[in-house]
């Protein structure tokens, strides 16, 4: 019996596409995941956002551009046993991206490129470079289409690692902790991407406010949903997440919410998400 691709490749401007026989529609995204709030799901979202589209079948890239590196462990890399190039060298000396990936970790369609505390020093190191806010977009040229989806998980600032990822992005989807303050901040967080937008990246769009650690019966989280609706509209999106312990203990096992725990509700929230997120680049929408 001959062996069925199950992607149809198309080509369209000069883009890649695919349209997968389920009905999916897709392209190489390249999308960030940033808020300069700490705490607010960044990198819970990087890392089971791209492991639940990985088992839909995509093909996924997690880049971990925080020096804190919780995507990377979060995603089970330790740095003791994994002495290979990180982030840090593709940003600092202009390494080969393709060498920094680690294939198949935890499913075989998710990749990640780990980072380093080195690249604490890199926001300093990088003052002088010319084109300093364009390096990260340069070196994901040569492996972007090699993925379906490539999710940067920023660090909690909107320092040049943030500048860096908003250039080489497509979109940015904002994760909001429905808490107190939660939307505090998000102005400076969009002038920034206005700012983006003029000088360095003017197809850069809003791909999704997030509502996290959402909890329904709270007349705060509900307060915070109704004013980041009216505030965004329709770009939040309907799946929230809800508060799930599962989804704090997964990484200390170095797992994805999928591998650990399927039938927790962080585990389905995450994969309505992924729909959700997926669906949005279907055809009708495209
Ligand atoms: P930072 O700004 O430090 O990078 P972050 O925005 O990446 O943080 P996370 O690390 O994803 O945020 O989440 C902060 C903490 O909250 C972590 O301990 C994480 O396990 C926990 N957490 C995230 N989402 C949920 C959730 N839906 N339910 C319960 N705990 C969560
Ligand atoms: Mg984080």
């Excluded at 995204?29 to 819970?44: D, E, F, L, S, Y």
């Excluded at 999928?258 to 959700?276: F, K, T, V």
């Amino acid at each position: 019996m001959r062996f069925a691709p199950r992607w149809t490749t198309v080509y369209s401007r000069s883009r890649q596409t695919k349209i997968h026989p389920n009905g999916f529609f897709r392209m190489s995204r390249v999308i960030a995941i940033a808020n300069q709030k700490g705490g607010v799901g960044k990198t819970t979202t990087a890392i089971n956002l791209g492991a639940a589209i990985a088992v839909l079948e995509a093909r996924v890239l997690v880049v971990d551009l925080d020096p804190q590196g919780n995507a990377s462990s979060g995603l089970g890399l330790s740095q003791a046993v994994d002495e290979r190039v990180t982030i840090y060298e593709v940003l600092m000396a202009g390494g080969d991206a393709r060498a920094a990936v680690r294939s198949s970790v935890q499913f075989p369609l998710l990749d990640l490129m780990p980072s380093t505390r080195d690249l604490v020093g890199a926001e300093i190191e990088l003052v002088g470079t010319v084109g300093r806010e364009t390096i990260l977009r340069r070196a994901l040229e040569s492996i972007r289409s090699e993925y379906d989806f490539i999710f940067l998980d920023c660090p909690p600032s909107l320092g040049l690692l943030t500048l860096n990822a908003l250039t080489a992005a497509d979109s940015l989807l904002i994760p909001i902790q429905c808490e107190f303050y939660a939307l505090e901040g998000l102005s400076q967080l969009l002038s920034t991407v206005q700012l983006v937008q003029r000088a360095l990246n003017p197809n850069l769009e809003i791909e999704g406010v997030l509502l996290t650690m959402f909890d329904g019966r709270l007349n705060l989280a509900r307060q915070v949903a109704a004013e980041a609706r009216e505030y965004f509209g329709d770009r939040v999106y309907k799946t929230s997440i809800p508060r799930n312990v599962r989804l704090a203990e997964a990484p200390s096992f170095g797992q994805p919410i999928l591998r650990y725990d399927i039938l927790s509700d962080g585990a389905q929230s995450y994969l309505a998400l992924a729909e959700e997120l997926m669906m949005g680049h279907g055809p009708t929408a495209a």
